[in-house]
Every structure is written in structure tokens, then in C-alpha cells.
């Protein structure tokens, strides 16, 4: 029997791993909300969704008050009919951060519990693609980093075969953003690619200014130059630029994807998997960008990601940020430059609930 006995949320803060400031704010904590679900059968699926600082206890009580006790006595199985059942309950809502995440924490919580029973691991049940994804690094690019600082993390990503790293930009003017991306040019050569990230921080005239700055140092993309809900803002600016513009992980719903693509507002899609509300429609939105023949390359959560970025065709890239360790018995695993998806059945991540509980939020 797969039917469901038992729901449970919970909220841990997990502290950073190192100082994480970008155009816009800093990433002060990971406030993560777990779902445990329990089937008949005595299968356990676990599942997560985070925020970076604010809303956690926001999006527990949507769980807890709204959406577990509705899961009593459901079919495990049917993920889709779940989703939408859930989906269809909180309309009121909906489209927003804070459902998406409680709407993610359950949806990946029953694809652990689908993929143990299946005895298959996510990233071959979600569609098998392939085991092994590039990885580029994000730690070693904050905001707050002096050039120096850029330099040596970018060298030490590409002596460790990572086949990209990530600057952020967004500094008061362009030129001091050219001027840090112009030496990490310089020091790593043409073969490493070089993302940039702006986190929403310009207007449409700063990023026509910002991007014809970059330009001349073959940035692989352009990563949230303005507000995530410009879309004709973007679209103006991709024609405006040779850099390929980056957006997704501020999308909270599949169709905003499908009237970027649409618009031709972005090159590379990055679908957040919490903030989609789940591998359900993360799926959906890494499909929809294949039809668009662009690439998916998802923002954060890389202990989850790479093994939906495994999955499909079109997935391109992980990005690396550790924040998992503390509160995990593994880590991805990097091996010759490239993430390795998890080969256990399940999601792919062994929680250490002890180390959750002594992070617990009362």
C-alpha cells in the first residue's frame, strides 16, 4: 500500500558557509522547511525547500495549517494529481514565493518516496540522461571580493577542471565591473567560462551600459540584469547585447518561463527547484526551454539540481555552492571537473537528523 500515514514539517536555519554578498542584499542564513513523508508501506520521503533569510516560518505554517492535513490517506504516487490537488487548494496565494516553497517541499518529498520504491535514483527516474554535468564555481565570485580575491578563486577553480566560475557585478559603475571581470580574463585565458550575475540590481539603461562594458571579456552570460518581472525589459536589452542573458531564479511559476522564452527575453533558463514549487514543474519548465532549444542551468540547491540537470537533455551546468554539509552524512561528489548525480534511490541527499534537529526553529 502506498498510502499516506503520516506528514511532518519542520524548519531548520543552516548557517553559511561563507560570506555571500551580491548587488542587492547578503545571504544571511538558510532557513530550510523539511517534509517527511510516511506511506503504508513504511517508505520515508524527504523532501526541502529554502529562503535566505526570511519567510521560513511563513511557509511552515502554510504546510502545517493548509496543505499536510490534506495528504492523510492519499496515494504517494500520484505526484501529479498531488501537485495540482495542492496547487488548486491555495489559488488564493498562488503565484508566489511562499506557496512555491511549501508546494516544493511536498512535491520533492513525494519523488523520494517514488523513487525508493522504484528502487531508482532521481536523476535516472526523472529521465536518465546522463550521469556526469559540468560544474562551475560561485564561491569564490561575491560581490564584496576584491579583485585579487577574484582572481585566485577563479585560478583555483580552473586548476580543479570546474569548467566555469561566476563574478557578481553591480558595483556604482560599470567600468569597476569590467575592471574585476578584466582581470580574471586575463589571468584564467579564453577557455574558461565566465558567468556574470547583476541580482536584479539594474535599470534597463544601466544594463544596456553594463553589458557593452562586459562585452569585450566574453562573459558566457548575463545572470538577472534587472527586476524578474521586466520581461520586455529583457527582451529589449537581449537585442541590444552579444552576452546571452541568464533568468529563472526568481520565476515562481512555469508559464513566466514561457513568456520569457516567448519573448525572447532569455538565453539560459535557470529554474530554481524550491522556488518553481518542486521537481513536478521544474520538469515542465526544463522541458518547455527544450522546445525553445535553450539551456537549463538552475540556480543554487546544487546537492538537488544535479540530478535533475542529469535528467534532461538540455541541462547544462550546476552551480557550485555548498550549504548542505552541516546538516548532511555527503556532499556531491566532483569528480575531473564534472558533478557526479547521486546513484541511490531517492532525491540523493542523506540527512543528518540530528544535525536538523540542533538547528531546529521552535
Not at 499516506?4 to 553559511?16: G, Q, S
Not at 542573458?245 to 514561457?258: D, H, K, L, T
Not at 519573448?263 to 514543474?281: E, H, K, L, N, W
Request: overall charge negative; proline content about 4%; hydrophobic content about 45%.
Amino acid at each position: 500500500m502506498t498510502m499516506i500515514t503520516k506528514a511532518t514539517a519542520l524548519l531548520a536555519d543552516i548557517a553559511v558557509e561563507t560570506d555571500r554578498t551580491d548587488a542587492v542584499q547578503s545571504f544571511v542564513k538558510q532557513e530550510t522547511v523539511l517534509v517527511t513523508l510516511t506511506t503504508t508501506d513504511g517508505i520515508e520521503g524527504t523532501g526541502y525547500a529554502y529562503t535566505i533569510g526570511t519567510g521560513g516560518t511563513s511557509v511552515l505554517a502554510l504546510l502545517r495549517d493548509h496543505l499536510l492535513p490534506l495528504l492523510a490517506g492519499k496515494d504517494a504516487r500520484n505526484v501529479e494529481g498531488l501537485w495540482q490537488e495542492l496547487f488548486g487548494l491555495t489559488r488564493a496565494t498562488t503565484t508566489g514565493a511562499i506557496t512555491s516553497l511549501a508546494l516544493a517541499a511536498i512535491d520533492t518529498a513525494l519523488w523520494d518516496l517514488r523513487c525508493k520504491r522504484a528502487g531508482e535514483p532521481l536523476w535516472r527516474l526523472a529521465g536518465g540522461h546522463r550521469r556526469e554535468i559540468p560544474v562551475y564555481d560561485t564561491e569564490g565570485g561575491w560581490l564584496h571580493l576584491g579583485t585579487d580575491e577574484l582572481v585566485k578563486s577563479a585560478l583555483a577553480a580552473k586548476e580543479a577542471q570546474f569548467s566555469g566560475v561566476k563574478i557578481k557585478v553591480g558595483k556604482p559603475y560599470a567600468a569597476e565591473d569590467a575592471e574585476r571581470l578584466r582581470a580574471v580574463r586575463e589571468a584564467v585565458g579564453p577557455s574558461l567560462h565566465i558567468m556574470t550575475d547583476a541580482n536584479q540590481s539594474q535599470s534597463l539603461s544601466s544594463a544596456v551600459r553594463l553589458a557593452t562594458a562586459l562585452e569585450p571579456y566574453d562573459p558566457y552570460w548575463l545572470e538577472e540584469p534587472m527586476p524578474a518581472d521586466d520581461i520586455s525589459g529583457h527582451a529589449r536589452l537581449a537585442r541590444s547585447t552579444r552576452i546571452p542573458i541568464a533568468v529563472g531564479e526568481s520565476m515562481y511559476a512555469p508559464m513566466q518561463f514561457r513568456s520569457y522564452l516567448e519573448a525572447g527575453a532569455a538565453s539560459v533558463v535557470q529554474v530554481d527547484v524550491a522556488r518553481v514549487g518542486g521537481i513536478t514543474p521544474w520538469l515542465k519548465v526544463a522541458h518547455l526551454a527544450e522546445t525553445f532549444n535553450v539551456e537549463v542551468c538552475p540556480h543554487f540547491l546544487m546537492e538537488l539540481h544535479v540530478s535533475l540537470v542529469a535528467a534532461v537533455a538540455n541541462g547544462a551546468y550546476v552551480e557550485y555552492i555548498p550549504q548542505l554539509r552541516a546538516v548532511t552524512r555527503t556532499e556531491l561528489t566532483v569528480r575531473d571537473g564534472l558533478a557526479v548525480a547521486p546513484d541511490e534511490p531517492g532525491i540523493g541527499i542523506d540527512w543528518d537528523m540530528d544535525a536538523i534537529d540542533r538547528r531546529r526553529v521552535s
